[in-house]
């Protein structure tokens, strides 16, 4: 995460906090087409990482917290409204 942001490259990204700090948010995603998906994991089980609903352009209901690198969130892009939209959040660890 930088600045609460990361960029889309791949399908499946690991995501870790900004400096290796124990916890991070991540508020934006940038990039994406219309109808792409994007799977998230934590990069490390020590460091959570905060899916912000709705701080920028991610949408999930909730926020989602991945503490653990089992965990994982799927999420579709959707360009009208230039948002990312949760479809399924998985705690795999407690």
Known sequence: IDGGSITVSHLWHYVDTEGDASSDNLDEISGGVDGQLLI??????????????????????????????????????????????????????T
Do not use: F
């Open 40 to 93: 998230l994991t934590a990069a490390h089980s020590a460091r959570t990482v905060v899916v912000r609903t709705d701080e920028e352009n991610i949408l999930c209901g909730s926020d989602i917290s991945l503490t653990h690198q089992a965990d994982v969130i799927v999420l579709m892009y959707h360009d009208d409204g230039d948002k990312w939209i949760c479809l399924s959040a998985q705690d795999n660890e």
